[in-house]
């Protein structure tokens, strides 16, 4: 059985991440490819508690950043494992709403525990799995602080990462801006500014140019 494709989306929150994981699988299931939406933190029944837990619960304020970036890796050390793994081996497209790049820049860069200890942590908890592409949905530091900030007040839940002041979410930005750099074959830095539309066919376009049997 052909080996299924692991899909990341990345950026702030507040950038449409969601919204075009739900467009590419559309389009995935319309041809009849098989596909997974995962999210992190969470994904798994341990990585939905931990992710209450560094999100909304009470007893996550005043999280040390350390704790914050080993929980993550917890997360997704289990979310690897139960569902992404056993996903792509049985020949299905992952989608994922973050991943590694995720650790890197907020717990790596805007919390200032640096790069290298979060790539030898997440080296332990994930192995060798990491993503065949990634899509980073940039977009302007403050938008993406009132976008976040809007959501936050309608949802009427605190969430400490959304709750973050504007430089925080500078410091996010250019930290995806810096990893693109990086890695410009594996990362597709993409305006988030710009229509639904407009952003998923972008993204089509470059699945069907780099994967066998996307197109017609």
Request: proline share 6%; aromatic share 6%.
């Amino acid at each position: 059985m052909r080996q299924g494709v692991f899909v990341s989306f990345e950026g702030s929150e507040g950038c449409g991440k969601s919204t075009q994981i739900q467009e590419v699988r559309g389009l995935l299931e319309g041809r009849g490819i098989p596909c997974l939406a995962t999210r992190e933190p969470g994904g798994t029944p341990l990585g939905e508690v931990i992710r209450n837990l560094l999100k909304h619960a009470p007893e996550g304020r005043g999280m040390c950043p350390e704790a914050e970036l080993l929980l993550f890796a917890a997360s997704r050390a289990q979310l690897v494992r139960q569902v992404i793994q056993p996903a792509l081996a049985a020949g299905t497209w992952v989608l994922a709403d973050r991943f590694l790049d995720s650790s890197l820049v907020y717990q790596g860069i805007a919390r200032g525990l640096g790069m290298e200890p979060v790539r030898q942590i997440n080296g332990f908890a994930l192995g060798a799995c990491r993503p065949d592409v990634t899509f980073l949905l940039d977009m302007d530091a403050t938008a993406a602080w009132e976008r976040a900030s809007t959501v936050t007040r309608q949802m009427g839940m605190p969430d400490r990462m959304e709750s973050e002041p504007p430089a925080f979410y500078e410091a996010v930005r250019q930290g995806y801006l810096t990893l693109a750099a990086e890695e410009p074959g594996r990362v597709v830095v993409l305006a988030a500014n710009r229509s639904v539309e407009t952003i998923r066919d972008e993204i089509w376009q470059t699945l069907t140019g780099r994967f066998d049997g996307l197109s017609g």
